[in-house]
């Protein structure tokens, strides 16, 4: 079974940076549009930041500028590099892959402090 699993996350001041890592197994990503999501406290699940098969990227209105999304098919791995951390983006980060999407993993705790 193929399986998600992300990495990076942490304790860190407003201010602050962290890298995410998203890791799969197998050749899973190949070809595909990966995307970040974050689950804050008390909240859904909401869409992050995107990467297609061909690096092209979008973001979501409240991290663009701050954050950058990449990848690396050789390791079939996808970062989030996330810069000028606010309180707000506290959330648990998952990623997944657009179509057909998979079971989503364990997820990386953000934690931002004020």
């Known amino acids: 079974q193929v399986q998600l699993v992300e990495s990076g996350g942490g304790l860190v001041q407003a201010g602050g940076s962290l890298r995410l890592s998203c890791a799969a197994s197998?050749?899973?990503?190949?070809?595909?549009?990966i995307r970040w999501y974050r689950r804050a406290p008390g909240k859904q699940r909401g869409w992050v930041a995107g990467?297609?098969?061909?690096?092209?990227?979008t973001y979501a209105d409240d991290v663009q500028g701050r954050f950058t999304i990449s990848r690396d098919n050789a390791k079939n791995t996808v970062y989030l590099q996330m810069n000028s951390l606010e309180p707000e983006d506290t959330a648990v980060y998952y990623c997944?892959?657009?179509?057909?999407?998979?079971?989503w993993g364990q997820g990386t705790q953000v934690t931002v402090s004020s």
């Open positions: 197998g050749s899973i990503f190949s070809g595909s549009t």
């Open positions: 990467i297609t098969s061909d690096s092209r990227t």
């Open positions: 997944n892959r657009d179509f057909p999407p998979l079971d």
